[in-house]
């Protein structure tokens, strides 16, 4: 008798191959909306109770300096209030950060074997419990501990990332291969977009009514999403297989995914990895920068002027992003839609590092509109590299190494704002710089890669390890779909 137990093949619907209609963007348009509503405003509350710490709260709805006095003791005063503001934006990134690296990756990887509703539902009960820590810390003058608390548990469920790369995992499932650069560019866009609309009005909002309504409102949002992930999006991958199996699976998805292979596949995917993961931290932590830097001199703004420039940003990102994208696709290839969201981000942050004046910086923001399309063009890269099977695993690698970015980019770029904020605050905008920079030259690598072994992709069948060429693939899954659309 055979006693070696067989793996559980796994079971998808009917029709699992071909492009279903699977409304995922409703879910993320709202969570963004949730996210963007918190995500500037908590930084907000964090200055205001530590001017409130020092006596400075007369003058807030006003300006976020002191009456722009030059007096010695008052520039020392105020050096030392943003001095702490940073350190505790530093330790709410980073304590959220590393268990976010490591919920996601598990929870998305084994998302190929137990569904992606399941991670999805967990993201969600994070992020309102995180909420609701906001409301009590709020509420009853709590510590600030309890916020880097609240943070800490919402990323043990696997944080924003979490829900963000599951999603990308479902459209990877429903999508055509030679489709997916353009759904994720639409999914991308929903995010700045959703992020932007949040924050329109949200500075009198604050001003009018405190912190605790808009957490109020992203909390209801939150909870609106769960019956939607229950009831209305349709599982992608349906399977029989346990938590347990998925858990062991985790492992052996992990090392199908690096395996090497004849077509320089383990250098490409790693390659493609680490673009994602310089350019993502490197953009993703310049708003809280951004934020840090016009709550001193010159710029002193107030609540209402951060809500507007937090508005501002992401929308013309998410028209930069779905505009830009659809017309540099018809002229340029992957890499070349790469490296022009690149040179955008680049003038952002050296525009933003030398900005004296606020109309300069909301002038910058239209220059840096194309800055998010390297996100989506390498994920869409990343997507037709692997084989279906892999796609959480893929996902969940990509939220990790985000994670880490989240992790890494407090510690790193928030600290070295810390030390230079007084002495040379455009250091870590020439910093990121920099890093850009050196992604560009990854990109051309990348694009040299392909030269010379070849322009089409290749991607590892997880059930027996062979290679098969994308091409042919995707050309037979396309006259196969389309045969049965005209049926």
Not at 296 to 307: A, E, M, R, T
Not at 441 to 460: A, I, N, P, W
Request: aromatic fraction near 10%; proline fraction near 4%.
């Amino acid at each position: 008798m055979n006693t070696t137990e067989k793996e559980p093949p796994i079971v998808r619907r009917p029709g699992a191959n071909r492009p279903r209609r699977v409304f995922i963007e409703p879910a993320m348009l709202l969570v963004m909306i949730g996210v963007g509503l918190t995500a500037p405003i908590t930084i907000q509350y964090v200055n205001h109770r530590v001017r409130q710490k020092y006596n400075l709260t007369s003058e807030t709805s006003k300006s976020n300096c002191l009456n722009d006095s030059d007096d010695a003791n008052d520039s020392s005063l105020q050096d030392q209030v943003q001095q702490e503001v940073t350190a505790w934006s530093l330790a709410y990134g980073a304590c959220g950060a590393f268990p976010m690296l490591i919920s996601t990756t598990i929870f998305a990887t084994i998302s190929d074997t137990i569904g992606r509703k399941i991670p999805l539902l967990l993201s969600n009960f994070g992020i309102i419990a995180q909420c609701l820590i906001v409301i009590t810390v709020a509420y009853l003058s709590l510590p600030l501990t309890y916020l880097v608390i609240g943070n800490f548990v919402w990323n043990c469920f696997g944080g924003y990332q979490l829900f963000f790369s599951v999603s990308l995992a479902i459209v990877a499932d429903t999508a055509k291969k030679r489709q997916r650069t353009m759904k994720f560019i639409i999914l991308q866009t929903l995010v700045m977009c959703g992020s932007g609309l949040a924050q329109v009005g949200v500075g009198y909002w604050v001003d009018a009514t405190g912190f605790i309504p808009p957490y109020c409102l992203a909390a209801g949002l939150f909870m609106i999403v769960v019956p939607y992930i229950i009831f209305i999006i349709p599982e992608t991958v349906t399977t029989k297989q346990s938590i347990c199996f998925g858990l062991t699976k985790f492992f052996s998805s992990v090392r199908i995914l690096f395996t090497s292979t004849k077509s320089q596949r383990r250098i490409k995917i790693i390659l493609l990895f680490l673009c994602h993961f310089l350019v993502f931290t490197t953009v993703m932590y310049f708003m809280p920068v951004v934020y840090l830097k016009v709550l001193s001199k010159p710029f002193c703004w107030n609540s209402v002027l951060i809500g507007y420039y937090s508005a501002s940003q992401p929308i013309f990102a998410g028209i930069g992003l779905l505009c830009g994208g659809y017309i540099l696709k018809q002229c340029l290839g992957d890499y070349g839609m790469i490296i022009v969201g690149l040179l955008s981000g680049i003038l952002l942050m050296i525009g933003v590092g030398i900005a004296t004046t606020t109309e300069e910086l909301f002038i910058v923001a239209g220059i840096g509109a194309l800055r998010n399309i390297p996100f989506a063009v390498l994920m869409a890269l990343l997507s037709k590299t692997v084989d279906d099977k892999q796609q959480g695993t893929l996902f969940a690698f990509v939220g990790a190494l985000e994670g880490l970015g989240l992790f890494l980019g407090p510690i790193t770029l928030g600290s070295l704002y810390k030390i230079t904020v007084e002495t040379y605050p455009a250091t870590v905008f020439i910093t990121m710089t920099g890093i850009l920079l050196i992604n560009m030259c990854l990109v051309c690598v990348l694009k040299y890669l392909e030269l010379r072994h070849g322009s089409y992709y290749t991607r590892l069948d997880s059930s027996d390890n062979t290679i098969q060429a994308e091409e042919d693939d995707d050309d037979e899954n396309a006259r196969a779909d389309d045969s049965m659309d005209h049926q």
